[in-house]
């Protein structure tokens, strides 16, 4: 039996060493249309701040992202102990 033959219904991701170092981010901003979500994920050091990464999704996609964060966190939390909401920087005109 060959071990790296792909089962059905699997996929395989690659990924790049540059990639899977990850991008820290201390802020995120979310946009709309009726087509798609835009979520930029940005790091803010004043005075300045830098784009991260822009990741664009469908309104249905978006939606089953929510559900699993919240399933995450709800999970962290059973393990580890209840999160605290951050505060939202003041000086940087950030609105939810």
């Known amino acids: ?3 790296n033959k792909p089962q059905p219904n699997q996929i395989q991701i690659k990924a790049t060493d540059e ?3 990850g991008e820290y ?3 995120m901003q979310i946009m709309h249309t009726k087509e798609e979500f835009v979520m930029d994920f940005l ?3 004043p005075p300045t701040g830098t784009l991260n990464s822009r990741i664009i999704v469908s309104p249905g996609h978006f939606k089953r992202m929510v559900k699993a964060m919240d399933e995450n966190l709800k999970k962290y939390e059973t393990n580890f102990g209840p999160v605290s909401e951050s505060e939202a920087p003041q000086s940087i005109g950030f609105k939810a």
């Open 1 to 3: 039996m060959e071990q």
């Open 19 to 21: 990639k899977l170092k």
């Open 25 to 27: 981010s201390n802020m």
């Open 43 to 45: 790091n803010i050091f």
